[in-house]
């Protein structure tokens, strides 16, 4: 059984960064392909990146080149770096972990507003 946690979210003008962290519980977690989704009032889940556990990333067209997603096998944590963040990134955002079956994390609130 794996656990994930996040944190890291917050309100943050346009334009402005955040780092979000989700550590997981459990071992193995260098096996796992690792993401991130968010979900905006209103609208369906959708993935924002991926990285596999041979460290392959990669992103949805509507982030490229403005997030990074990495992560620690040692800490058993993968990171979301956000730079140049608009509006329109406002969500919750969720960390997703899959090897064999799915785990989610509880999520955590990005908003994005001057």
């Known amino acids: 059984q794996v656990q994930l946690v996040e944190s890291g979210g917050g309100l943050v003008q346009p334009g402005g960064s955040l780092r979000l962290s989700c550590v997981a519980s459990?071992?193995?977690?260098?096996?796992?392909?690792m993401g991130w989704y968010r979900q905006a009032p209103g609208k369906q889940r959708e993935l924002v990146a991926v990285?596999?556990?041979?460290?392959?990333?990669n992103y949805a067209d509507s982030v490229k080149g403005r997030f990074t997603i990495s992560r620690d096998n040692a800490k058993n944590t993968v990171y979301l770096q956000m730079y140049s963040l608009k509006p329109e990134d406002t969500a919750v955002y969720y960390c997703?972990?899959?090897?064999?079956?799915?785990?989610w994390g509880q999520g955590t609130q990005v908003t994005v507003s001057s």
């Open positions: 997703h972990a899959y090897l064999i079956r799915d785990y």
């Open positions: 990285i596999t556990a041979g460290d392959s990333a």
């Open positions: 459990g071992s193995g977690f260098r096996f796992y392909t």
